[in-house]
């Protein structure tokens, strides 16, 4: 058995694989990480109270890759359970589809065996079995699918179509082949027509962050977990609170350009050529910049504390710039460009953004 439980600076238990020497939801450990980042970072329960736009009342569907041991597909189920329970009762709530992505069914089974230690499983143990046994399991107005084998051919042909995408593979470092260029086209194209889908990840590497843009979404900052920068993408560029502007652009290019996972050079300059031309760069403008430290100040703390989607909270971000044209290449929510979006106005640029494979503490899953 390639598990063991391993306790998390926060207190909690998370399962740790020592095959790829990986933690699962290092850190806060899995039931925090799966609130702060998943549940919140998608505004997944702002999306399950969203009143339906037909007269129906079509299930919310969530596409959640890497399964593991249920964390983030248990506190989506939470997250509804906890609307119907509150006053928002009174509301509609939409119904639940959980598609889970797994290749690998052995992290359920000591989730399972293990519920008591890790916590978040409890009370969840006929539920889990079902999924295991029967690849499905359904509960008071939830669905649950399990999609068992390798996510880069499943989800080439996958049917159904997500409004929310729980993106929390292995690391880039572990699991290339999940963050590459073609699987996450692959997730892009599995967007619902017609609705707003949003992927949240907790990578957010350059190379994440580059293979998102260049897949057809929009890409922003996500909820800070402990310190640490996460991602959230979206269908369109308003749904995001904290959506990356061009200085970010200029920063990839310092970084020599990261590139998507597996790319292979000889694609590089199309790439790059595609990446300036994403329309994001014309729909975010720059933050001021900040007035330069006084000579022996302390250094001061950079990023965002809040973000996520545009209902999130503060925008805290980029700011976008008002007056849409549209452009058939990327979508309903777009803009021409204006001018080169790396080469905009010399700005003292104070924030820092981990190196591609640096988004995690070192000694954690994900580099
Ligand atoms: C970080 S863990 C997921 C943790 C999980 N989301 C949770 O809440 O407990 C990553 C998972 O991705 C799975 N995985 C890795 N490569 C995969 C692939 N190619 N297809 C499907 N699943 C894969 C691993 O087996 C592992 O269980």
Redesign the pocket.
Known sequence: MPYRLLRQPSGAMA?HDSRTGET??PGLG?WQE?QQLYVAGSQLALRLKEPAPAQANPPLTVF?V????????LAALACREALLAGPAAARRVRPLHLVS????LE?LRFAIAQAAQLGYPRGREALLQALLDQGRAEAAGVTWELRLG???HLIAEEPCRADVI?F???SPKA?P??WSLPVLESLHGCRRPGSDTVLVTYSSAFSTRAALLLAGFYVGEGPRLGGRLTTVAATRCSLLAAPLDPGWLRRWRREREPWPLLSSPAARAALRERLLDHPQWSQVEEPPAPPAPRPGAPRRRVGKDTAGLHTAGPHTGGRRRSGRRGDARWGDDTRSRGGDPLNGPPRRDTRREPAPGHGRPPQK?RP
Do not use: I, K, S
């Open positions: 399962v699962m939801h899995p799966a959640d890497g399964l593991g041991a249920a964390a983030n597909a992505f797994e290749q690998e992290p390798d996510l880069v729980f929390d593979p292995f699991n082949e999940l899953r």
